[in-house]
């Protein structure tokens, strides 16, 4: 298990301090923000496992920053945790209805050692959901990220893309005559090669870059700060990789296992939608000129 970040969203510098050494001493690692503008992006720049904070700040209030939170599909399964003086009913509510997992009330009668077996319960529970998270996310067959994971790390690069103006490129690779293979070897023989495949293609990208399983036998890659003649080419070359395997398909290309891909950038007025149809578009393109082959996706 990774360490445990945990995000304090605190105007009063007291508190700040005392909520940082309480977490710190832990073990966990801490990242204070105190103007409420700097949270969203700092949330996708460090992707906090727990978010606490308080409800009542000068620029903006602790309901309206969760409600901004929640907007960002990358950034709704975050746990926050109000940490405040108001004690009404009625704010308790309103932060669960928010998706708030709890709410501590800041009283004098609550030492810093019960707040923190209070925080360590808290972390406890993230830490259970955070390891049936990563399960849900992945592909049972293949061991790589499934539709979901995919669909939330690329909403979360292209939030960097339009932050930070970077470059971002995608490939959507899917097996040439795969059903055809299906038919004649056995749906057991077909999930070989895609296991076969995930894993050439995950021992030949960088750490940084995002691989999955899409649906079926199609694979998404996608590629942070990557321009799309870099992806071109790394495209190019995931095509001579799974050439050169040499799994045999009687029904295939030069009777072995060959894919197609499609190649597209991201634009800074992007959704994962948009993104996916492209790539998928620019895919069709290369079944239709011949397989076994990689087309950027160009308008019609």
């Not at 496992?49 to 903006?60: A, G, R, T």
């Not at 925080?119 to 293949?142: C, G, M, P, Q, Y």
């Not at 942070?224 to 995931?238: C, D, Q, S, V």
């Not at 050439?243 to 009687?250: E, G, L």
């Amino acid at each position: 298990m990774k360490q445990i970040k945990i995000m304090v969203i605190e105007d009063d510098p007291a508190m700040q301090r005392l909520l940082s050494r309480m977490f710190k001493k832990e073990g966990f690692k801490v990242i204070s923000v105190k103007d409420p503008k700097q949270v969203i992006p700092f949330c996708f720049q460090e992707m906090p496992h727990l978010i606490i904070m308080d409800i009542i700040m000068p620029e903006k209030d602790g309901f309206t920053l969760v409600k901004e939170i929640k907007k960002h599909s990358g950034l709704s399964h975050i746990p926050i945790v109000f940490y405040t003086v108001k004690e009404d009913i009625d704010s308790r509510f309103e932060a669960l209805e928010l998706g708030a997992i709890d709410f501590i009330e800041k009283t004098r009668s609550l030492s810093e050692a019960e707040l923190r077996l209070k925080i360590k319960n808290i972390v406890a529970f993230i830490e259970e959901n955070i390891e049936l998270r990563r399960k849900i996310k992945v592909d049972f067959l293949t061991g790589i990220l499934n539709r979901e994971g995919l669909l939330e790390m690329l909403d979360i690069e292209l939030s960097q893309l339009k932050r930070h103006n970077l470059s971002l490129s995608m490939l959507m690779l899917d097996i040439d005559n795969f059903k055809l293979y299906n038919d004649t070897y056995g749906h057991l023989a077909g999930d070989e090669v895609l296991k076969q495949i995930a894993t050439l293609v995950k021992e030949n990208i960088r750490k940084t870059d995002v691989f999955g399983r899409y649906g079926g036998e199609e694979f998404l890659l996608i590629l942070p700060n990557t321009p799309i003649n870099k992806a071109h080419l790394l495209g190019k070359r995931i095509i001579n990789l799974i050439y050169k395997a040499d799994i045999h398909h009687c029904h295939g290309i030069d009777k072995r296992i060959t894919v197609s891909i499609g190649a597209d950038k991201a634009y800074p007025e992007d959704n994962a939608f948009s993104f996916i149809e492209r790539v998928d578009k620019a895919l069709y393109q290369a079944k239709q000129g011949g397989k076994n082959r990689i087309v950027c996706f160009e308008e019609s």
